[in-house]
């Protein structure tokens, strides 16, 4: 199993660039999530999905948006990049509450 | 208050000691995750625990589920142990949306 692949691992937008972070899983997990991470701060969930065609708002939901058509994937998308928006971005999945979260390596996204 | 907190937030050891940290919690439902994230890296995780107490390598966790509070054990640090630990746990079981506790920042030095 791959587990939670997000992509890219890097990047770097300028100021009202928008641009999409991929997470896919191949575990059949309904529950994904989208947090951010801010420098020297916990995780703060953005949007998450309880399974294909549902997702809901998080804590930190402006300036971003998502979707889940299928199983598998739930990409994030950022319209008109702030610097507000600089971040380590995890995707993270489970199955059920009594089971193991699984989390993507990370996408570090810097807007300039 | 937090409604999960960690202590210490900061700990630094000898390699060799054996590491105790705490997570208590006041929301939630009878689940716990202990993260590990090391310093620029991603996020994985060690145990999810709903009762009684699990091992893996020296690595070791605990839960009472009545006093809403659990221990993750290192036995025999060392410096590769290094890293922050978070616990967390899921607000419901509709949304198995986590909370997280603000981790434990480990320092085991040589």
């Known amino acids: 199993n791959a587990g939670v692949t997000q992509t890219p691992k890097f990047r770097i937008l300028k100021i009202g660039q928008s641009m999409t972070l991929q997470c896919a899983q191949d575990?059949?997990?309904?529950?994904m999530y989208w947090y951010r991470q801010d420098p020297g701060m916990g995780l703060k969930l953005i949007y998450y999905?309880?399974?294909?065609?549902?997702?809901d708002k998080g804590e930190v939901p402006n300036g971003y948006n998502v979707s889940r058509s299928t199983t598998e994937d739930f990409p994030l998308r950022l319209e008109l990049a702030a610097p507000s928006q600089t971040s380590v971005y995890f995707c993270?999945?489970?199955?059920?509450?009594?089971?193991?979260?699984?989390f993507g390596q990370g996408t570090r996204l810097t807007v300039v | 208050k937090n409604e999960v907190e960690q202590s210490p937030q900061n700990l630094t050891a000898q390699e060799g000691e054996f590491i105790t940290i705490n997570c208590s919690y006041s929301?939630?439902?009878?689940?716990l995750h202990w993260l590990q994230q090391h310093p620029g890296g991603g996020i994985v995780s060690l145990f999810m625990l709903s009762s009684g107490k699990k091992k893996h390598g020296r690595l070791i966790a605990t839960i009472n589920i009545q006093e809403k509070h659990s221990s993750l054990h290192i036995t025999a640090s060392h410096p590769r142990d290094s890293a922050v630990y978070i616990c967390?746990?899921?607000?419901?079981?509709?949304?198995?949306?986590?909370?997280f506790g603000t981790g434990t920042l480990l320092a085991v030095q040589p």
């Open positions: 999905s309880v399974g294909a065609g549902i997702t």
């Open positions: 967390a746990v899921p607000r419901d079981g509709a949304t198995n949306k986590l909370i």
């Open positions: 929301v939630g439902i009878s689940a």
């Open positions: 993270a999945s489970t199955w059920s509450m009594n089971t193991e979260a699984f």
């Open positions: 575990m059949n997990h309904n529950y």
